[in-house]
Nanobody
C-alpha cells in the first residue's frame, strides 16, 4: 500500500509561482516507479500535467504548461515536485500526484496507468 500526500497549493495571482510537493510512504521501492501530476478543474475531466520516469532523466508535459512547469523527484526523500511558474487563471484546478503501475515502466498520460493517488491540493490563480 502507498500513501501520497500533496502540499503547496494555494491562491496566487496570475504570473505568480507555486511549488507542489508529493510525499510518498509505504513503498520502499519508490525509486522504481514513474510519477505524474494530474489536475482536474470543476466540470472538467482529469488531465495529465507532467510525468517523470523512475530515474528522473525523462520528463513529459502537457503542451499548455511546457516552459512554465517543471517536474522533478528526490528518490531519497520519496518526494516528487511540480514547480509552477507564470501561472494563469486556466491553471486553476485540484492537482493530484500518482504512482505508476509497473516497476521501471514508462510515463503514461492515461489515468488508468497509475494505481495510487493523493487526495489533491487546490491551486487557484486569480486574474
Amino acid at each position: 500500500q502507498v500513501q501520497l500526500v500533496e502540499s503547496g497549493g494555494g491562491l496566487v495571482q496570475a504570473g505568480g509561482s507555486l511549488r507542489l510537493s508529493c510525499a510518498a510512504s509505504g513503498r520502499t521501492t519508490f525509486s522504481r516507479y514513474a510519477m505524474a501530476w494530474f489536475r482536474q478543474a470543476p466540470g472538467e475531466e482529469r488531465e495529465f500535467v507532467a510525468g517523470i520516469n523512475w530515474s528522473g532523466r525523462s520528463t513529459y508535459y502537457l503542451d499548455s504548461v511546457k516552459d512554465r512547469f517543471t517536474i522533478s523527484r528526490d528518490n531519497a526523500k520519496k518526494t516528487v515536485y511540480l514547480q509552477m511558474n507564470s501561472l494563469k487563471p486556466e491553471d486553476t484546478a485540484v492537482y493530484s500526484c500518482a504512482v505508476g503501475r509497473t516497476q521501471y515502466g514508462a510515463v503514461s498520460r492515461a489515468n488508468d496507468e497509475y494505481d495510487y493517488w493523493g487526495q489533491g491540493t487546490q491551486v487557484t490563480v486569480s486574474s
